[in-house]
């Protein structure tokens, strides 16, 4: 406890410990022994069950809900806390860096991943190529049937993209979460906006009976889609341990 803010010449400490130890208590922290003046502002460092322990004594003993900072070290936000001012006094350290995400936000983002790989690996590397295996069906007929299930894939890609980085952006992100978004964000964009409208090209040309000349775009577009599944993989793991 310290009369003024963050310390002075007139700090005075206080220790409790499980076992003996020299000048210090056995046992729980007893905020009541302490005795605080009404100018002191009270500062609780720890796992946030102890720091909810212990939130009462400050209180009761007279410094103000304002003057009461904390940090919690380990999962869940300082905010859970529950009290007025209970974030005021922290400053930012690695703890901040590596804070725990909104745990509702990490939910969705991690549900509507799991889903969007789901249906990534379904649709692109099992229907993709098998549909090309069935019997009576020439590349003209495999192209148009894939260029309408990859038009609606897309479309529901945008979609869940939409929802996964909106959760993750209002759940304030470790890097564990926030890298992988922002990197499955960005190729599936380049898959829409750059890939796909080469593809679609090409795929015309096929369907108006021409013969146009070989093209390496769609394993462009493949490796694509397979660094979009591993950063879908590591995304929905992340957000999932969080």
Not at 222 to 239: I, Q, R, Y
Request: include cysteine; aromatic fraction near 4%; charged fraction near 20%.
């Amino acid at each position: 406890m310290a009369p003024r803010p963050y310390g002075g010449d007139d700090v005075q400490g206080r220790t409790w410990t499980e076992g003996r130890r020299a000048r210090a208590a056995i046992g729980q922290v007893d905020i009541d022994t302490i005795g605080p003046p009404q100018d002191a502002t009270a500062y609780r460092c720890g796992p946030l069950p102890f720091t909810r322990a212990i939130r009462g004594g400050p209180v009761r003993r007279g410094p103000p809900a304002q003057d009461i900072g904390s940090r919690v070290f380990g999962p869940g936000p300082a905010s859970l806390l529950g009290e007025p001012g209970a974030d005021s006094r922290r400053a930012p350290g690695r703890e901040d860096r590596e804070r725990s995400m909104n745990t509702t936000s990490a939910a969705i983002a991690a549900a509507v991943t799991f889903v969007w790989l789901g249906m990534v690996l379904a649709i692109s590397f099992l229907e993709a190529p098998l549909k090309f295996r069935a019997p009576g069906v020439t590349i003209p007929i495999g192209l148009g049937i894939g260029r309408l299930v990859f038009r609606a894939l897309n479309a529901v890609e945008a979609l869940l993209a939409a929802v996964v980085v909106a959760a993750v952006a209002v759940g304030q992100p470790p890097l564990s979460v926030g890298v992988p978004t922002a990197v499955t964000a960005l190729l599936l964009i380049t898959q829409l906006a750059v890939i796909r409208p080469a593809l679609n090209r090409r795929s015309e040309r096929v369907l108006a009976g021409e013969n146009p000349p070989r093209s390496r775009t769609h394993l462009v577009y493949v490796a694509l889609e397979v660094a979009k599944v591993a950063a879908l993989l590591t995304l929905g793991v992340s957000a999932f341990a969080v």
